[in-house]
């Protein structure tokens, strides 16, 4: 093994071979242990530390007239992908219509025809926007996945959340972006998906809880709501409710099991009740399944809200 040692301003990501003069890196350096070639003209730090975008940024260059799209665009985006999807590293590009599709090891090669605003630049790379990005998504995921990955493009929280969210593009622009490509591939897909994505999941398994109760006949749960104290403060952000019940439902991801976490749920739930309303805490495992339990488990609780509020009526 070679014991040259490696410069301190080695590139925390992809570089190309081309910049290592530049880079102070010789030709023995290149080809050193530690040292991986994902392509032709390209090297990565097998420590890399670098972000998506400092992982990809080495492909645009070798051609600028490039663009960076589906799941490569959506990391870079932080757009939701599904596990299978996510664990697929190769790096998608796209060229235009009219240009010859891009091939080289590890890349999906594209030719695609692009729109005013479809194509922008973030992190010194070139990509599809956020809206296509979503779009081309379409060719590869199930309505559902689909469904998942607009929610996380459109999500938003005010300034009264914890952490305020804005969003990646609104419902909207996913419309239009719909209406500019009618017969691009997925794009009836895309249109099915488009009647069920709302603003204000944060995580694909809130959106499959959602999907679950809708499909079961149940109505469907309000986003964003806020629940307050006596003194109008916002206290508790269910994932999702039914206001009208005072109900809250809150999506208990792997994290929840930390010890910490499992405290901060205790008090969530203590503040939610001591509110007048009830809380229903929804694991994975009730999310599973052609007939999830998510479904009977949240049905039981409307059932017993509706006919307390039938009582009360009928008692008042």
């Known amino acids: 093994m070679s014991r040259t040692p490696m410069p301190p301003q080695i590139p925390h990501g992809l570089f190309l071979v081309s910049d290592a003069d530049l880079l102070g890196l010789s030709p023995k350096q290149l080809s050193r242990d530690g040292i991986f070639t994902p392509s032709r003209g390209i090297r990565l730090p097998l420590h890399s530390t670098g972000s998506v975008a400092d992982n990809v940024r080495a492909y645009s260059r070798l051609d600028p007239v490039c663009v960076l799209t589906h799941s490569t665009s959506a990391r870079i985006c932080c757009i939701c992908l599904p596990a299978w999807l996510d664990q697929d590293w190769r790096i998608h590009i796209a060229r235009a219509a009219d240009g010859c599709k891009p091939r080289r090891r590890n890349v999906v ?5 692009f729109k005013d605003g479809g194509v922008v630049v973030f992190d010194g790379v070139r990509l599809t926007s956020p809206a296509r ?13 689909l469904v998942a990955a607009g929610d996380s493009v459109v999500v938003e929280h005010g300034e009264d959340f914890p952490a ?38 944060d995580s694909p398994p809130e959106t499959m809880m959602r999907l679950a109760l809708v499909r079961a006949g149940l109505p469907e749960p309000v986003l964003n709501v806020v629940l307050r104290n006596g003194l109008g403060h916002p206290v508790v952000w269910p994932d999702a409710a039914y206001p009208d019940h005072r109900i809250a439902l809150q999506y208990d991801g792997a994290h929840h099991g930390d010890s910490d976490q499992y405290r901060r749920d205790i008090k969530r739930q203590a503040l939610t009740e001591g509110l007048g ?12 399944g052609a007939r999830p339990f998510v479904v009977e488990k949240v049905r039981a609780v409307l059932d017993g809200s509706s006919a307390s509020i039938s009582w009360e009526r009928t008692g008042s």
């Open 277 to 288: 309303w009830r809380e229903v805490r929804v694991q994975q495992g009730d999310l599973e």
């Open 164 to 201: 305020p969210r804005r969003p990646l593009a609104t419902v909207s622009d996913l419309r239009r972006i719909v209406s500019q490509h009618p017969g691009m591939r997925g794009v009836r897909k895309a249109r099915l998906a488009l009647d069920l994505i709302r603003v204000g999941a």
């Open 133 to 145: 990005t979503w779009l081309d998504l379409a060719s590869l995921l199930s309505v559902d996945e």
């Open 109 to 113: 090669g594209h030719q695609l025809s």
